[in-house]
């Protein structure tokens, strides 16, 4: 059984953008988390001494990975915060990259600067390498605010295992997310100590404040957008679940109902994060996309049932709470920059694809849509899409395995072949990440350039 709801061409109007090409945001926010940096390395610099032997050369070694470590941490938490600026410009997903790989050099400079100091400190006493551990302990008895830098850093080395591939595959999203949330306790831990035993903030007072001013944005940005936005989205549109529907075996679409939905400010592409306040799913909080164009009385996900939260939205009843966070996600009409779209979807990946394929502008022929499931029975919104093909003159394919099982071929010559000015198309992409990968290779061997395939992964 499917449902239908659709937005048609008052869900298109909403959309309208002038088409034009968009430079990457990327690169302005990274050139000022370099000149950041850079102002790091400029202080460690001005209030470094001529190093005349190896006891200096490791303290002042300790001292920039230290700085280093404090300013990247306040990164670290600024990519957790959900800005709308970097949500909906960068993506999530690419924020969320930012975030693993800030916190993995955050991490390896957090323990090469306590190993650092540590055995300066040693060598200073005229202690060996072996004296490190002791000198390590008496360090954080006897120096103040250490003892919290110790525990935040344990935490913080806690999290980075979990983290880890290998590690976090084998263990609960839920279980992980909300030990990740302890990076907030590692980082407001190790704080105190940068400012009481940092000589660099007790002989500049101007980087102190400046120290100071950076965290104190950093919080006031995770306490608005974490804690105060989503208390204020919730309180004002007042979500439940209006109904639950089995679209295919395995896949399932909750309605959602509320008040003045349409002021959320979502859009086709975007997602949620979810959490209904059912028995057993209060303390689950997951990202779905949108399903179909934002209506002011109803939003809709579908959703595929690949973990315990997924597989338990279907036992969900009319009237329960719903309390979400978002919009998020920059995979919108916005990132268009041709007239000809392709928007090629991956199993649940369609949810996106789905409410893009009925609200990006074109005429007759300027969009596609391609499909890839395992069978035509795991085509899930299939009539939904044909409905929407047949409105709108826009061009609906699939590929599925074939009876014996063989996968269908994606490719680059195929691809050129069934859509031959592909190369000229702005390209849509959502899917497991193999398939993406795949995809993504055969679109660059067909000529379509890497700025004009758009892709967001919400594996988070």
């Not at 059984?1 to 968009?22: C, D, F, N, Y």
Request: hydrophobic share 45%.
């Amino acid at each position: 059984m499917t449902t239908t709801l659709a937005g048609g061409r008052a869900a298109r109007r909403q959309t309208m953008r002038r088409i034009r090409p968009r430079r990457s945001p990327a690169v302005p926010l990274l050139l000022a988390v370099w000149a950041g940096a850079a102002g790091v390395l400029w202080l460690w610099w001005r209030n470094t001494p001529a190093i005349s032997d190896r006891t200096g050369m490791l303290l002042n070694a300790g001292r920039i990975t230290g700085l280093l470590a404090g300013y990247l941490m306040a990164l670290v938490v600024l990519q957790m915060a959900r800005v709308p600026a970097l949500e909906r410009r960068v993506g999530s997903d690419r924020v969320a990259r930012w975030h693993a790989m800030t916190g993995r050099y955050t991490l390896c400079l957090v323990l090469a600067h306590v190993f650092l100091i540590m055995w300066g400190y040693a060598a200073q006493a005229g202690k060996g390498l072996g004296d490190i551990v002791r000198q390590t302990i008496s360090s954080v008895n006897e120096l103040p605010d250490m003892g919290k830098a110790a525990v935040g850093t344990g935490l913080l080395v806690l999290i980075g295992l979990l983290s880890a591939g290998p590690v976090r595959r084998r263990i609960p999203y839920d279980a992980w997310y909300h030990v990740h949330l302890l990076t907030y306790v590692a980082v407001f831990l190790t704080f105190w100590h940068q400012l009481t035993t940092g000589n660099d903030f007790a002989v500049e007072p101007v980087a102190k404040t400046v120290w100071y001013a950076l965290y104190g944005t950093v919080t006031v940005l995770v306490l608005w957008y974490r804690v105060l936005t989503p208390l204020r989205l919730n309180l004002r549109h007042r979500m439940r679940v209006e109904a639950v529907i089995e679209e295919t075996p395995g896949i399932v679409s909750v309605l959602i109902g509320g008040r003045r939905l349409h002021r959320m400010g979502a859009e086709a592409g975007q997602f949620f994060r979810w959490r209904f306040l059912a028995p057993g799913m209060r303390f689950s909080s997951h990202p779905y996309s949108l399903s179909a164009a934002p209506r002011p009385d109803m939003l809709r996900i579908t959703v595929k049932a690949i973990g315990d939260h997924s597989a338990r939205l279907r036992e969900l009843e009319p009237g329960t709470r719903v309390w979400a966070e978002g919009p998020y996600g920059a995979l919108t009409a916005q990132r268009r920059s041709r007239g000809k779209v392709l928007l090629v979807a991956g199993g649940v990946g369609i949810t996106p694809m789905r409410a893009l394929f009925e609200t990006l502008p074109g005429a007759s022929g300027d969009i596609t849509l391609l499909y890839r499931a395992n069978s035509t029975h795991d085509l899930a919104l299939w009539d939904e899409l044909a409905g929407i093909a047949d409105e709108r003159g826009a061009r609906l394919m699939y590929a599925v395995n074939s009876p014996d099982g063989e996968r269908p071929d994606i490719s680059a010559q195929t691809l050129s072949r069934k859509i031959p000015d592909v190369e000229h198309h702005d390209v849509f992409l959502c899917g497991p990440p193999g398939f993406a990968q795949s995809v993504y290779e055969a679109l660059r061997g067909a000529g379509v350039p890497a700025r004009r395939i758009h892709h967001e992964s919400f594996e988070m």
